[in-house]
């Protein structure tokens, strides 16, 4: 039986500020569509409600905690196939029993030279073929608190259990316990980060119809009101094909969309039921008559609350933004600069709130965002991509040889020097 080890050095501080944490609920969270629930994937019968009290093993575990995963599962009882690719999941296959909360992670910590650790150290994707549980302590008599699906993003506490064999995890407004052999973590999660990014199209429109084929004169077979999101499965240019319910999909014209891109989270108990109910009113909507629910082209903007004399006073402004939000927490995949994001997220987050639209990780910036520039032409406002063959951390350059970004779980939101690790290149987004 081989064990993978990964080790985690908790500092003084760190530690006492996890024995004094309390649970902050992001408010923003990038879910993936709900996934109705089938027979062979009910709940095994354990209460899943939300008042269950959490377990904190990881607290007990010392300064030091080791993540061990198995890498032959044949004679569990509870295993289900395991695919590494299907982001969406699959709605068959049976779903185990899992774990839940912990701690939503260590407040940032100075930065020193020479004590970089990897963004990515304590990453976890959900491995799965549709869902699993989460719990709250680590076995399957656990409460169930919510459920992680596949493609999901956690970031690891700890390990847990008699053969620490469990993860404490935290995924947007879940905390608990999931068995480590459901995930893909550190650096095999880096590796393929990428690609568990879902990709939306969020109407603008004041209605938008969902059609049957890409075509104007093609049946409607739905319809979604501005501000409401659906998952993209194919961009055809003039048409978007994207998943309309949990079992249908169709097309909407992509004039009258925006598209973001979000990882997905676990899911309380209580989104779980929200999200089903969202879908059972899409398919209310099939139901309705396009005389009764007539499509709304129109779009209305915003105008910008701030106008710029000139782009140095833009970068500027980006930059003073960016440092209300120092000292904030890390989390994978986070779509709040409020309650915690990632590197990628802090950058286009960022540049969001300014109008800006760029890619949701450190490769689809430094491949798409704005336009190349050497180092030596950097100005405050501007990506920094670091890596060796590939981007794997962004950051925001704030001038003076300095960058503001999302370092790690553990420092959170810091200043660093600009040289601190090899630029792979720099992105003028302005001008």
């Given at each position: 039986m081989k064990h993978r080890r990964i080790t985690?050095?908790?500092?003084?501080?760190?530690?006492?500020?996890?024995?004094?944490?309390?649970?902050?609920?992001?408010?923003?969270?990038?879910?993936?569509?709900?996934?109705?629930?089938?027979?062979?994937?009910?709940?095994?019968?354990?209460?899943?409600?939300?008042?269950?009290?959490?377990?904190?093993?990881?607290?007990?575990?010392?300064?030091?905690?080791?993540?061990?995963?198995?890498?032959?599962?044949?004679?569990?009882?509870?295993?289900?196939?395991?695919?590494?690719?299907d982001v969406t999941g699959n709605t068959e296959g049976a779903e185990p029993p899992e774990g839940t909360e912990g701690s939503e992670g260590t407040e940032p910590?100075?930065?020193?030279?020479?004590?970089?650790?990897?963004?990515?150290?304590?990453?976890?994707?959900?491995?799965?073929?549709?869902?699993?549980?989460?719990?709250?302590?680590?076995?399957?008599?656990?409460?169930?608190v919510g459920r992680i699906y596949n493609g999901a993003v956690a970031q690891v506490l700890c390990s847990a259990g008699e053969n620490q064999d469990w993860f404490q995890v935290v995924s947007g407004n879940v905390e608990g316990y999931i068995k480590a052999e459901y995930f893909l973590y550190g650096d095999e999660a880096a590796a393929v980060i990428d690609d568990y990014v879902t990709r939306y199209a969020v109407v603008e429109a004041t209605r938008l119809n969902v059609r049957k084929e890409p075509d104007l004169e093609a049946r409607r077979i739905g319809y979604i009101d501005r501000g409401e999101k659906v998952r993209i499965l194919e961009d055809m240019g003039e048409w978007l094909?994207?998943?309309?319910?949990?079992?249908?999909?169709?097309?909407?014209?992509?004039?009258?969309?925006?598209?973001?891109?979000?990882?997905?989270?676990?899911?309380?108990?209580?989104?779980?039921?929200?999200?089903?109910?969202?879908?059972?009113?899409?398919?209310?909507?099939?139901e309705t008559s396009e005389t009764?629910?007539?499509?709304?082209?129109?779009?209305?903007?915003?105008?910008?609350?701030?106008?710029?004399?000139?782009?140095?006073?833009?970068?500027?402004?980006i930059v003073d933004y960016a440092m209300q939000f120092?000292?904030?927490k890390y989390r994978h995949g986070g779509q709040s600069l409020?309650?915690?994001?990632?590197?990628?997220?802090?950058?286009?987050?960022?540049y969001k709130d300014f109008g800006y639209s760029i890619s949701r990780t450190p490769s689809g910036q430094l491949s798409s965002a704005g336009r190349s520039i050497d180092y030596s032409e950097a100005k405050p406002g501007d990506i920094i991509c670091y890596g060796s063959q590939k981007c794997t951390h962004v950051a925001l350059y704030i001038g003076d040889g300095q960058i503001i970004h999302a370092a790690n779980s553990r420092k959170g939101v810091i200043i660093s020097q600009a040289d601190y690790d090899h630029i792979?290149?720099?992105?003028?987004?302005?001008?």
């Open positions: 985690v050095g908790v500092c003084a501080a760190a530690l006492a500020a996890v024995l004094v944490y309390t649970a902050v609920a992001a408010q923003e969270t990038g879910n993936a569509d709900p996934k109705l629930q089938t027979e062979d994937e009910a709940p095994d019968g354990t209460d899943g409600g939300q008042d269950a009290q959490i377990q904190t093993p990881c607290l007990e575990a010392g300064i030091q905690f080791f993540f061990e995963r198995e890498s032959s599962h044949e004679d569990s009882a509870e295993q289900i196939a395991l695919t590494g690719t910590a100075e930065e020193t030279e020479g004590s970089e650790e990897s963004e990515y150290a304590d990453l976890a994707i959900a491995n799965v073929r549709h869902y699993v549980n989460v719990r709250n302590a680590p076995g399957t008599d656990g409460a169930i094909k994207v998943q309309y319910t949990d079992d249908s999909s169709g097309y909407v014209a992509s004039e009258y969309v925006s598209v973001s891109e979000e990882f997905a989270y676990a899911k309380t108990m209580e989104e779980v039921e929200q999200e089903l109910a969202a879908q059972r009113a899409l398919k209310e909507r099939q009764t629910a007539q499509e709304d082209t129109d779009i209305s903007v915003a105008p910008p609350n701030t106008t710029y004399a000139t782009n140095d006073e833009l970068r500027q402004q120092l000292g904030n409020t309650t915690g994001t990632d590197c990628s997220g802090f950058t286009s987050l960022i792979l290149g720099v992105k003028n987004v302005i001008d």
